[in-house]
């Protein structure tokens, strides 16, 4: 297990400055055996009640786990058994956990009151056919939102239904338009406000949503987004700024390499137009999108180097946040999330604990000791501003103060990753690639003064002085 350093830093690319975003360091949540994989940007894989009682769920293909981390520990527990077995999620009501998965010709579901020791009977959420792509989420008033997309021999449609009082509500409701091929779809509900994106095919893909304002029982007819026409597999997450009486809603997915953002403040009737949140110069896919009710914004992808999907060894983290309710052009990029892993890092996803705590996670195929890991890295957001250094142990830092060249050294570092410095406004100044475990930097150009120096794992505060 690394040690833990942490970072504490808020640079967007605005370079305004506003609460701190504190990313930890990674670490394993879990050692599998190859096979095991999560779901990723639809739905969701962790929930919890703090950082240190918190529920987590992967799977192969005849078994769903639950991981449990209860006072600070990790222990696995087999939540189900059966057979051609993909795409199982979570969510979490108070204290009671649902999983729901693709399995045959059905999207089924189940939970547990008791951290997963014991389960009770397995729902068939929907009927038999061609269903695929489930998400859920656990409603603040108890209710369950399931959507999916069911096929046919020639057309693909979005499905909802919503679980209470110990039953489902009625027959599953179609939500897309006839004809237009709709897939992979997302769905979040703040009480009885419920809404759900997905992808429609229209000769291109497109964005589309929906609100239902009774609990998922009437819908709004489907709109795009009047997004890019290359957008897929889209993700909403909502949020409410009581100071304004402001109601968030946000929209990530992907198009031609690129993850884009769209926002509505009036439950989806009208929309921003679509920014780029990811690194324009590398491929990204498969958005998420997770906030909080005091303007935090987090987005997760996945990076890959080269035009095939389906390799993983070619795939890394992609992370950037807002702190200004994703205002137009307040995202980081590419925030300090790379894992630079030889392995590669594929399945990305960002998953919300609390208002304070966030966890990105992926999963590291490692064919050297044939170990399918499960990392995680906690996103703290504290209540203060600026850039702040942690007196962790960390990178050796010589001379400091510095006058022409620096020393950073640390036997440590997973080489390549990038070595950045930092003015007091949150500028970066320089940004190097670290290729080896003794850095020299040139600072003969830096004025006078305080500098902070982010080697990929901590934060170290250096003085310049000619």
């Not at 009625?170 to 006839?178: A, K, Q």
């Not at 703040?190 to 095919?201: M, N």
């Not at 999108?289 to 890959?304: A, D, K, L, M, P």
């Amino acid at each position: 297990m690394k040690r833990t350093f942490i970072l504490l830093l808020l640079i967007q690319s605005s370079f305004q400055l506003s609460a701190q975003v504190i990313i930890h360091t990674d670490s394993i949540a879990s050692n599998e055996q190859p096979g095991t994989t999560i779901c990723y940007n639809n739905s969701g894989m962790m929930y919890g009640n703090s950082i240190t009682d918190r529920y987590t769920v992967y799977f192969n293909s005849d078994t769903i786990f639950l991981g449990v981390k209860t006072g600070g520990i990790w222990t696995k527990k087999v939540a189900y058994l059966g057979s051609n077995i993909i795409l199982a999620t979570t969510a979490v009501n108070q204290d009671t956990i649902w999983i729901c998965w693709k399995e045959g010709t059905y999207i089924k579901t189940r939970y547990s009151t008791d951290n997963g020791t014991s389960w009770q009977m397995v729902y068939n959420v929907s009927t038999p056919g061609g269903v695929s792509a489930p998400s859920i989420y656990a409603a603040s008033n108890g209710k369950i939102h399931f959507v999916w997309y069911n096929e046919t021999a020639t057309d693909t449609t979005i499905m909802h239904t919503v679980y209470a009082g110990g039953a489902f509500l009625g027959s599953p409701n179609t939500l897309s338009s006839v004809g237009y091929k709709a897939t992979w779809p997302s769905v979040t509900a703040i009480g009885d406000t419920v809404l759900c994106c997905w992808k429609e095919t229209h000769g291109t893909p497109k964005s589309y949503f929906t609100s239902s304002f009774n609990g998922g029982i009437t819908w709004s007819g489907p709109a795009s987004t009047n997004g890019p026409n290359t957008a897929k597999d889209p993700n909403v997450a909502y949020a409410y700024d009581n100071n304004t009486n402001t109601h968030y809603t946000y929209l990530v997915y992907d198009g031609t390499n690129k993850i884009y953002l769209q926002r509505s403040t009036d439950f989806g009737t009208s929309w921003t137009s679509s920014d780029v949140v990811s690194n324009a110069a590398k491929r990204s896919q498969f958005a998420k999108v997770v906030c909080n009710n005091t303007g935090f914004v987090g987005i997760s992808w996945e990076h890959r180097t080269v035009m095939s999907l389906m390799d993983d060894t070619k795939k890394d983290v992609g992370f950037c946040y807002s702190t200004s309710w994703g205002d137009s052009a307040s995202f980081s990029h590419d925030s300090l999330a790379y894992t630079y892993n030889p392995f590669g890092s594929p399945l990305t996803q960002i998953n919300k604990i609390d208002e304070n705590n966030f966890y990105l996670s992926w999963v590291t195929n490692d064919t050297v000791n044939s170990d399918l890991l499960l990392y995680e890295r906690w996103i703290e957001i504290g209540g203060s501003s600026g850039i702040t250094e942690q007196n962790q142990i960390g990178s050796l830092v010589y001379p400091n103060p510095a006058n022409d060249f620096i020393h950073v050294t640390n036997a440590n570092w997973l080489i390549p990753m990038d070595l950045k410095i930092f003015n007091l406004q949150g500028q970066e100044i320089i940004k190097l690639q670290i290729t080896s475990a003794d850095m020299k930097i040139d600072v003969r150009f830096l004025e006078n003064g305080i500098y902070f120096l982010y080697d990929g794992v901590c934060v170290k505060k250096i003085m310049i002085h000619h």
